[in-house]
């Protein structure tokens, strides 16, 4: 009798995941098979039978069965079916935290498929499970290399599991590497297609990473909806694995929404499904460092020392560097909230440097990297140390675009204590100067930008020369369109065009014409065809100034733009393709304004590859001394009048809050310096006038143009009416200065 269709049907039912029909087919073979098959037959269905236990979680059974069969395999010299079982034990040591031999199997088998074997699928396989082993040693890089050969192996073969598996596994691997953006675009891919091709276990693991990249980003509906769907096809198709997977991620939910209490027993609830599922898992040390740092929120430190000592020797005995790591920096905050500093400090530090080995831009890193900062501020010999942790951790949660962590973190290192008041830089306790720390090689006013601010600095060097989207944030007046055009400048774009968009100024009936553009009679008044913006920048840099007044019809077309790099002309059917670097720009919080579901999802992650928050002037007092040099050197040489400011104004201008930030105090500048006639120091009495009485209540605009007024006339009765003389006295064109007078004149 021939078994082969059956034993073929059996394994494709296992590839997919059904479960139950699995089992029962199982079943039917094994009641034919005892009497009429051969061994060959026999040895196959056991083989599938291993794959089934792997499948339902019993790992104890699963790998002695496969060693028995790997055994046999050998003696019969069935070398193929040698290299599956080297396969199977590969992926179920893995499951068990054997990373060490899961690498030797799989190792064996890309030995095989190199040099012996012609299969596709079975060296795709092994370079998977290699990436796997690799990744949870801590050796990322070489994790990524196998991860992609798998790809390559498959590549041409019919898209099935087995793309989705390794797409999945390159996704976590890119996650915990930081590139968070690019794990999301795989998993919402790989998530569509097992809907498609109707794998509910792809569903269901892609649906669980998508619940973990939205917890990071803070997206708690986003997470739930994804759990959700993941939590039901685990239930329904016997998900243990998966079912443990949801509880963790459930767990982290109720940690960011604030609710520790229930974190803490949901991940209790799957420590206990992990431990009966396996002994020493990767699952129960995730959990168990999870459970200390809800001890650790509640208060509870003796508690979470017990959890997180046994989590660190699990991590250890697994070889697992990512999550040692963690668990390093888990037992240093307990060690610090029970007065053990020195060691708490010392488990800190290891923690950052062995997260740092793997990558420098992880989420885990970045939570380690806080952690320390906040530790060493208190410590009053540390000022200068804590700042430059607290700044790596802004970086990295740049890179990561999550904007409340980089809040917390501005509001950190401004109250450090390592501002002085008037605006300056002090020296820390230790005497370290904190200027050093702040200062860049980067020549910042090159792009008009002037600052010694290493947030300002440090992001304009990190992701001007990429290609990356960019999402910046900031109160009205920081300079958002300064920091978008030197991102440009600094890009391979350059030359191409900067094309600026006031989003917020869209006309709603010609909205679509000025940003795609129209062809000639698409409506009344189109006598002839017209570029829109978004064309116009291509090759260039488009940049979207307030992004979070853009119409929602207006972000439907936007979204299908940066998705498909194509626009279609008002009137065209033809799409025509761009090559845009598109930055963005907003005052507002634009992540609440998608909470409350003004500004849509999709379209706020397309944009926010990276997040660049600038800090208000209040939070860089050290700016505000660079900056009124530098308007007054541009000022005084504009408007030829030579002045200084007393040491008492620019103590009065480094107290003022400056609601209106950059823009408020070039502003002030040009108009003190234009109200001194005499020659004299700006004192602080005349600085007090203009922020504050009646400069403030006329406005500085009216202030300013009241002052340009009074000298026009001035220059005017000096040159006895000769316009050319006064043009060039007052240094701007006798077209300028025709204007002006026409202005007077009105």
């Avoid at 942790?389 to 970086?395: E, G, K, N, P, Q």
């Avoid at 845009?580 to 999802?601: H, P």
């Avoid at 006295?729 to 006798?734: A, C, F, K, Q, T």
């Amino acid at each position: 009798m021939d078994f082969a269709p059956d034993l073929n049907e059996l394994e494709q039912l296992i590839a997919s995941g059904k479960l139950e029909r699995a089992r029962a087919k199982y079943a039917s073979i094994s009641d034919r098979i005892e009497a009429s098959a051969g061994d060959e037959a026999r040895l196959t269905l056991e083989y599938l039978e291993a794959q089934i236990l792997a499948i339902e979680d019993d790992y104890a059974a699963a790998v002695d069965l496969a060693g028995s069969l790997l055994g046999r395999f050998k003696d019969l010299n069935r070398r193929h079916d040698a290299a599956k079982c080297h396969l199977l034990l590969s992926g179920l040591l893995l499951r068990t935290g054997d990373y060490e031999g899961a690498k030797a199997h799989a190792e064996a088998v890309v030995y095989f498929t190199t040099w012996e074997l012609d299969d596709k699928e079975l060296k795709g396989d092994a370079h998977n499970n290699l990436g796997l082993a690799l990744k949870n040693l801590g050796v990322w890089k070489e994790a990524e290399r196998h991860f992609k050969a798998a790809a390559t192996a498959f590549a041409g073969l019919e898209e099935g599991v087995r793309h989705l598996r390794v797409s999945l596994n390159l996704a976590i691997l890119l996650r915990k590497m930081g590139k968070i953006g690019d794990g999301s675009e795989i998993c919402r891919e790989g998530f569509r297609k097992s809907k498609q091709l109707g794998i509910p276990i792809g569903v269901c693991r892609y649906g669980l990473e998508l619940a973990n990249i939205a917890v990071i980003e803070r997206d708690l509906g986003e997470a739930a909806e994804y759990l959700r769907t993941a939590e039901h096809l685990a239930d329904i198709h016997g998900y243990q694995r998966e079912s443990i997977l949801a509880l963790e991620i459930g767990g982290d939910v109720s940690d960011v929404a604030g609710r520790p209490e229930e974190a803490l027993e949901t991940y209790l609830a799957g420590l206990d499904l992990a431990r009966a599922l396996t002994e020493d898992s990767d699952l129960e040390c995730e959990l168990l460092r999870r459970a200390a740092v809800m001890c650790l929120r509640m208060g509870r430190a003796a508690e979470g020392r017990t959890h997180i000592d046994r989590a660190i020797g699990l991590s250890e005995k697994s070889q697992d560097a990512y999550e040692h790591g963690i668990c390093l920096r888990i037992l240093g905050e307990l060690e610090l909230a029970q007065g053990l500093e020195g060691s708490g400090v010392a488990h800190l530090q290891e923690s950052v440097r062995e997260l740092t080995g793997l990558s420098p831009w992880c989420h885990a890193l970045a939570v380690s990297e806080l952690a320390l900062g906040e530790a060493l501020l208190k410590r009053s010999r540390s000022g200068a140390a804590a700042v430059q942790h607290l700044l790596d951790a802004r970086r990295i949660y740049s890179n990561l675009g999550v904007s409340p962590a980089i809040r917390r973190l501005d509001d950190l290192i401004f109250s450090s204590g390592t501002f002085s008041p008037n605006g300056g830089l002090e020296k820390s306790a230790a005497g370290v100067d904190i200027r050093a720390i702040l200062e860049s090689g980067l020549d910042t006013e090159q792009y008009g930008i002037v600052t010694e601010d290493e947030r300002i600095v440090g992001d304009l060097e990190r992701w001007g020369p990429t290609e990356a989207r960019v999402l910046v944030e900031g109160e009205t007046g920081v300079g958002k369109e300064l920091m978008a055009r030197a991102l440009h400048v600094m890009s391979r774009r350059r030359e191409g065009p900067f094309v600026a968009v006031d989003c917020g100024a869209l006309s709603e009936t010609l909205a679509d014409s000025e940003l795609f553009g129209h062809s000639k009679g698409a409506f009344t008044g189109a006598i002839k065809g017209r570029m829109g913006l978004i064309e116009a920048a291509s090759g260039g840099t488009l940049f979207l100034d307030e992004i979070g007044e853009l119409p929602e019809m207006l972000q439907v077309k936007l979204l299908r733009v940066l998705e498909n790099c194509v626009v279609r002309r008002v009137g065209e059917n033809a799409p025509r393709q761009v090559d845009v670097r598109v930055i963005s720009a907003t005052a507002r919080d634009l992540w609440a304004e998608v909470e409350a579901g003004r500004f849509r999802r999709d379209l706020y992650y397309r944009l926010k590859t990276v997040l660049i928050r600038v800090p208000s002037l209040r939070e860089r007092p050290h700016d505000i001394d660079l900056l009124v040099d530098f308007y007054m050197q541009v000022y005084s040489e504009r408007h030829r009048v030579s002045t200084e400011f007393s040491g008492d104004a620019r103590k009065k201008l480094a107290r003022y809050k400056w609601p209106g930030n950059v823009r408020e105090l070039k502003n002030v500048v040009e108009a003190l310096i234009l109200s001194q006639r005499n020659g004299k120091a700006i004192d602080a009495d005349r600085v007090a006038e203009f922020l504050s009485g009646t400069a403030a209540d006329v406005g500085l605009k009216d202030r300013i143009a009241d002052l340009e007024r009074e000298e026009i006339e001035r220059v005017m009765k000096a040159c006895e009416g000769n316009r050319t003389e006064a043009a060039k006295m007052l240094g701007i064109s006798r077209k300028t200065l025709w204007q002006k007078l026409k202005d007077l004149d009105s």
